[in-house]
């Protein structure tokens, strides 16, 4: 049965830092795309990182290009994808979902639909 649960969600000052992790199984990871989205109140989901089952080069949406950072570790069992996110501002305030789908889907802009199979979502809010 594939799983996927997203982890690391809290509350920040802005500026800071969090950590979140998607930790996954009953799938194939290696041959898998991996996305992080994020919801705020009133708004559509929108597509903010994506990591192929390559690896290689990930797809990040603008307003977190170079403020964000995902990778994933297939070295463990949980299969892990990390999204490391610093400099955060109050717009980043969020639900972060984590969404697996097939190889291939790391466009830009990420479409959500594409996406078969999703966690429950973490909450991240920055704040003073």
């Known amino acids: 049965q594939l799983q996927v649960v997203e982890s690391g969600g809290g509350l920040v000052e802005p500026g800071g830092s969090l950590r979140l992790s998607c930790t996954t199984s009953g799938f194939t990871f290696a041959y898998a795309a991996i996305g992080w989205f994020r919801q705020a109140p009133g708004k559509v989901r929108e597509g903010v990182a994506c990591i192929d089952n390559s690896g290689n080069s990930p797809i990040y949406t603008d307003s977190v290009n170079g403020r964000f950072t995902i990778s994933r570790d297939s070295a463990n069992a949980d299969n892990t994808v990390t999204l490391q996110m610093s400099s955060l501002k109050p717009e980043d305030t969020a639900v972060y979902y984590c969404?697996?789908?097939?190889?291939?889907?790391?466009?830009?802009?990420?479409?959500?639909?594409?996406?078969?199979?999703w966690g429950r979502g973490t909450q991240v809010t920055v704040s003073s």
């Open positions: 969404a697996v789908g097939n190889p291939g889907l790391c466009l830009s802009p990420l479409m959500s639909a594409d996406f078969a199979s």
